[in-house]
């Protein structure tokens, strides 16, 4: 938990006792409640992505993601339309940059609850940050606690922080999205915990999608859900093109079991399939009638290595 600043310890809990005695409050009730607000903890997650997956520097990083959209396997301008939920990929972005500028190209400013799967394989099964500030290069953002209390209430997920202290697969969509709007704007990050495209999971993650999309519908500021995940993983291109392609195909008929019985059928190798079934049933939940396949490329097509590519899509709902 190195990573992890706290801020208020026990000599503000002393103070909070001091100052409920001086103030003659002597009920546990009230004495409960100045200790709950002067020891408040402030979790501040630093970056864990930046230097590996993307630049470090701020500038650097800025003219990094402003290469993505201008790349020629990027967008090359941008065109809003009112998404509702977002698949966008999570590799380093000097691979994966120009495939996901493609989603972020056409999203407006929003809240953003950001769905990814856990990579380090520690946390529980459906892990969620309920407050604090993750940094990076390009400024400090908010969970919206709020809304993570909302989900936490539903016990469908589980508020566990070491889940998300070295992931990376929330983390690489928050530059992209400061690029575009600045820092003001709150998420929420889940880290899904998936080993197999079961019945098990698919359940799972049909709870969560709907609970997600319940609690937005009732938020008064516009939200968008994105769902975080690469495609096959170190297969030769024709390999992954097909593969991921019929996998594509489900996704924008908006069929998480259909998905998930292509993924188990074909053994596809995408690290996300928990976190994309789950933004499904969200987008539905949220109104979403179609899927749009924005940009689909591989790694191979930026390093013209073909023999071991990892794949990458960028699809929105609206």
Same mark, same amino acid.
């Given at each position: 938990?190195?990573?992890?600043?706290?801020?208020?310890?026990?000599?503000?809990?002393?103070?909070?006792?001091?100052f409920?005695?001086?103030?003659?409050?002597?009920?546990?009730?009230?004495?409960?409640?100045?200790?709950?607000?002067?020891?408040?903890?402030?979790?501040?997650?630093?970056?864990?992505?930046?230097? %590996?997956?993307? @630049?470090?520097?701020?500038?650097y990083?800025?003219?990094?993601?402003?290469?993505?959209? @201008?790349?020629?396997? =990027?967008?090359? =301008?941008?065109? %809003?339309?009112?998404?509702?939920?977002?698949?966008?990929?999570?590799?380093?972005?000097e691979?994966s940059?120009?495939?996901?500028?493609?989603?972020?190209?056409?999203?407006?400013?929003?809240?953003?609850?950001?769905?990814?799967?856990?990579?380090?394989?520690?946390?529980?099964?459906?892990?969620?940050?309920?407050?604090?500030?993750?940094?990076?290069?390009?400024?400090?953002?908010?969970?919206?606690?709020?809304?993570?209390?909302?989900?936490?209430? %539903?016990?469908?997920?589980?508020?566990?922080?070491?889940?998300?202290?070295?992931?990376?697969?929330?983390?690489?969509?928050?530059?992209?999205?400061?690029?575009?709007?600045?820092? @003001?704007?709150?998420?929420?990050?889940?880290?899904?915990? @998936?080993d197999?495209?079961?019945d098990?999971?698919?359940?799972?993650?049909?709870?969560?999608?709907?609970a997600?999309?319940?609690?937005?519908?009732?938020?008064?500021?516009?939200?968008?859900?994105?769902?975080s995940?690469?495609?096959?993983?170190?297969?030769?291109?024709?390999?992954?093109?097909?593969?991921?392609? =019929?996998?594509?195909?489900?996704?924008?008929?908006?069929?998480?079991?259909?998905?998930?019985d292509?993924?188990?059928?074909?053994?596809?190798?995408?690290?996300?399939?928990?976190?994309?079934?789950?933004?499904?049933?969200?987008?539905?939940?949220?109104?979403?009638?179609?899927?749009?396949?924005?940009?689909?490329?591989t790694?191979g097509?930026?390093?013209q290595?073909?023999?071991?590519?990892? =794949?990458?899509?960028?699809?929105?709902?609206?």
């Amino acid at each position: 938990m190195q990573n992890i600043i706290e801020i208020f310890r026990e000599k503000k809990l002393f103070l909070a006792k001091i100052f409920a005695e001086q103030a003659k409050i002597y009920t546990k009730t009230a004495i409960s409640y100045l200790i709950t607000v002067f020891c408040m903890t402030i979790l501040i997650r630093p970056p864990a992505a930046a230097g %590996t997956f993307y @630049n470090l520097n701020q500038e650097y990083l800025k003219k990094q993601i402003e290469s993505s959209f @201008n790349h020629k396997l =990027g967008p090359n =301008g941008m065109k %809003t339309k009112n998404v509702k939920a977002a698949v966008v990929p999570h590799a380093g972005y000097e691979y994966s940059g120009p495939v996901a500028a493609w989603a972020y190209s056409r999203m407006e400013k929003a809240n953003y609850l950001i769905v990814g799967p856990n990579h380090t394989g520690i946390g529980s099964q459906f892990a969620i940050m309920k407050a604090g500030m993750w940094k990076t290069p390009l400024g400090d953002l908010v969970i919206a606690s709020d809304v993570a209390e909302k989900l936490i209430n %539903t016990r469908i997920v589980e508020y566990d922080v070491l889940a998300h202290e070295h992931e990376h697969s929330v983390e690489v969509q928050l530059p992209f999205l400061q690029y575009r709007f600045g820092s @003001n704007f709150k998420f929420v990050p889940i880290a899904i915990m @998936n080993d197999f495209a079961d019945d098990l999971l698919l359940d799972s993650c049909r709870l969560v999608g709907k609970a997600i999309a319940s609690i937005i519908k009732k938020q008064k500021e516009k939200w968008v859900v994105l769902a975080s995940t690469d495609f096959s993983h170190y297969v030769p291109q024709e390999m992954a093109e097909k593969n991921d392609r =019929g996998v594509i195909k489900t996704i924008l008929k908006l069929d998480e079991k259909d998905f998930f019985d292509k993924v188990a059928e074909k053994k596809v190798s995408m690290c996300g399939f928990g976190a994309v079934a789950t933004v499904m049933v969200a987008a539905k939940g949220l109104g979403a009638r179609k899927a749009e396949l924005l940009k689909y490329a591989t790694s191979g097509d930026v390093t013209q290595d073909l023999t071991s590519v990892v =794949g990458y899509a960028s699809i929105i709902f609206y």
